[in-house]
C-alpha cells in the first residue's frame, strides 16, 4: 500500500465510521461505506487537510469512491 | 373543536450533573448530594466564576453519562453536546414510557417538542475561532446542523422514527417548562397521541462562562467551596452556578396511555404563561410576572391554591430573583402557604438554564412517586421569614398530590407547570 493509500483510508476510515476492510479500492463513499452528501464534504475538507492541496469542487464531485481519492491526491499532493 | 383530552407522562429521561439517568440522579438529589465542583475542563483562572456542574462522564454501570452509549463517535464529532443529551434524555424516556413507534400510524401520530435556552454555544465559539485561523474553507458541512437548536428534536425524531409534529421552543430558562406545557396542549388539540418534549443545554464552555460572567449573574464568592455555592433563598447566595444537562418527558393522551397499558407518573392538569415586559435579564421587582403565570396555571388546572402540596422553585440563588420569586407564591397561596412546601433543587444541580424546567418537572413527578421531597441545600440562614417550608438541607417525606414547577427566562418569560398523582 503507498503512502497515499494508506493516509487516504485512514481518513476514511476516523470520518466515516467503518470498518478499515471494508475501504478497499473501489468501495463508493455513498453506496458502499453510508456516507451522505455532507460525509462527502467533509472527506474532501479532510483531504485537503491532510495533504496540503485545494480541491476545488468540479474536481471533489468526480471523487466518489476511496480509489479516485487515492489516485486524485498522489497527482496532487503538497504534503 | 374543544381542547379537552386529558395528559400524562408516562416517559422520563434524565442527564443531570448528578448522574448519566434518572434514578441514579434522583437518587443522589434525595441524599442531599451536589453536582457542584471546579471547572477542569477549560481555562477559568481569568474568571470571577470558576466553578460549575457539570455532567459526570464514565461508565453507565457507575451510574454516569457514557456518550458511546448514545451516538456513535462519528456522529458525536458532528453536534455540539446538547444533541447529544437531548439523544439520551429523549431515548431513555421513550423505553420508560415502553414506547417505540414502528407502524406508520404509530410514528405520524408521536412527535417532538425539544428546545434548548442557547444551543450550540461552544461549537460556535471553536468555528468561529477555526474561520478566523484557517479561512472558511475549513468550515465542515455539519457545523450549521450540529448547532440549530432544533437539530436536538431532529436527531431525536431521526432516531425514533417520530414523525409527527417536528417543534423546538427557545425561551432561555423557561425552554424546558414551555416546551413540556406546549407539546401537552399539542396532544390536548389532538394534534399528537404522544409527544417527546423537554429541554437541554450544554453552556458550560469558556465563551458561556465568560458570557454569564459578564451579566453578573454568577456565584463568584465560592470558588474555594464548590457545593456550598448554590443556595437559595440563603442570606449569603450570590449567584447562580451554571449546570448542562437534559430532561425529556414522554407525554401522552390519557386514553392512549390507558388503552395500551402504560404506566403513569402524573397528569399534567396546568399550564400557565407570562411576559414580565420589565427588563432583559432582571425579574420584574413586583413579582407580578411570576404571580399571573403561577395564577394562570392554577385557573387552567381548576384547583385552588390549598391544594397544593409541592412547588419546585425557579430558584437560582440569585440575590434579586429567589424572594421575588417567594413573594410571588406568597401572594398566590395567601392562608394556605403554610401547608405548602418550596424547594430549589438547582442548590444540588446548578441551573440547567433551558433544560432546567423540564429536569425540575421530573423531580416533582418522581416526588410524587416516591412521597419525598428534594432539598434546598445550603439553606443556613434564610434572607426572609416565609410561611412556606422550604425543606433546608435534607428530603422530607411527604405525600405529593398536586405540585407546581416554575421556570423564569432572561426576556421577561414566564412558565409554570401544574401536575397531580394519578392513582393506578
Redesign the interface.
Known amino acids: 500500500m503507498s503512502d497515499v493509500e494508506e493516509r487516504v483510508k485512514k481518513i476514511v476510515v476516523?470520518?466515516?465510521?467503518v470498518e478499515p476492510d471494508k475501504v478497499v479500492d473501489n468501495a463508493n463513499f455513498i453506496d458502499d461505506l453510508g456516507a451522505d452528501s455532507?460525509d462527502t464534504?467533509?472527506l474532501v475538507?479532510a483531504f485537503?487537510?491532510e495533504f496540503g492541496v485545494?480541491i476545488p469542487d468540479d474536481a471533489a464531485e468526480t471523487i466518489v469512491t476511496v480509489g479516485d481519492a487515492v489516485r486524485f491526491l498522489e497527482k496532487n499532493k503538497k504534503s | 373543536m374543544n381542547a379537552t383530552r386529558r395528559v400524562v407522562i408516562t416517559g422520563i429521561g434524565l442527564v443531570t450533573p448528578l448522574g448519566g439517568n434518572a434514578e441514579t440522579t434522583w437518587r443522589r438529589l434525595i441524599a442531599g448530594e451536589s453536582g457542584a465542583a471546579l471547572v477542569d475542563a477549560f481555562k477559568v483562572d481569568d474568571l470571577p466564576c470558576r466553578i460549575a456542574c457539570m455532567v459526570p462522564r464514565g461508565p453507565t454501570d457507575e451510574g454516569k453519562f457514557n456518550p458511546d452509549d448514545w451516538m456513535?463517535?462519528?456522529?458525536q464529532r458532528k453536534v455540539d453536546d446538547f444533541i447529544l443529551y437531548a439523544v439520551s434524555a429523549a431515548t431513555q424516556a421513550l423505553s420508560d414510557a415502553g414506547w417505540a413507534p414502528s407502524t406508520y400510524e404509530e410514528q405520524i401520530e408521536t412527535g417532538v417538542m425539544i428546545g434548548s435556552g442557547i444551543g450550540g454555544l461552544g461549537g460556535i465559539n471553536d468555528a468561529a475561532l477555526l474561520v478566523g485561523e484557517k479561512g472558511p474553507?475549513?468550515l465542515?458541512?455539519?457545523f450549521i446542523?450540529g448547532r440549530l437548536i432544533n437539530l436536538a428534536g431532529g436527531y431525536v425524531s431521526i432516531r425514533h422514527g417520530l414523525k409527527g409534529p417536528n417543534h423546538a421552543v427557545v425561551t432561555a430558562c423557561s425552554t424546558g417548562a414551555h416546551a413540556i406545557g406546549d407539546a401537552a396542549r399539542l396532544i390536548q388539540w389532538g394534534d399528537a397521541e404522544v409527544m417527546v418534549a423537554g429541554g437541554t443545554e450544554s453552556a458550560v464552555n469558556r465563551l458561556g462562562f465568560a458570557g454569564f460572567c459578564a451579566c453578573r449573574a454568577l456565584s463568584t464568592g465560592f470558588n474555594d467551596t464548590p457545593t456550598r455555592a448554590s443556595r437559595p433563598y440563603d442570606r449569603d447566595r450570590d449567584g447562580f452556578v451554571m449546570g448542562e444537562g437534559a430532561g425529556m418527558v414522554v407525554l401522552e393522551n390519557y386514553e392512549h396511555a390507558v388503552a395500551r397499558g402504560a404506566r403513569i407518573y402524573a397528569e399534567v392538569i396546568g399550564y400557565g404563561m407570562s411576559g414580565d415586559a420589565y427588563h432583559i435579564t432582571a425579574p420584574s421587582e413586583s413579582g407580578d410576572g411570576a404571580f399571573r403565570c403561577m395564577s394562570a396555571a392554577l385557573k387552567r388546572a381548576g384547583i385552588a391554591p390549598s391544594d397544593l402540596d409541592y412547588v419546585n422553585a425557579h430558584g437560582t440563588s440569585t440575590p434579586l430573583g429567589d424572594e421575588i420569586e417567594l413573594g410571588a407564591l406568597q401572594r398566590v397561596l395567601g392562608d394556605a402557604a403554610a401547608g405548602v412546601a418550596m424547594s430549589s433543587t438547582k442548590s444540588a444541580i446548578g441551573h440547567l438554564l433551558g433544560a432546567a424546567g423540564s429536569v425540575e418537572a421530573i423531580f416533582c413527578a418522581l416526588a410524587m412517586r416516591d412521597s419525598i421531597l428534594p432539598p434546598t441545600l445550603n439553606l443556613d440562614n434564610p434572607s426572609v421569614d416565609t410561611p412556606i417550608d422550604l425543606v433546608p438541607h435534607v428530603a422530607k417525606p411527604r405525600r405529593v398530590d398536586v405540585a407546581l414547577s416554575n421556570s423564569f427566562g432572561f426576556g421577561g418569560t414566564n412558565a409554570s407547570l401544574v401536575m397531580r398523582k394519578v392513582e393506578a
Open positions: 476516523e470520518h466515516l465510521g455532507l464534504v467533509e475538507m485537503e487537510e485545494e | 456513535e463517535p462519528k456522529e474553507r475549513r465542515s458541512p455539519f446542523p
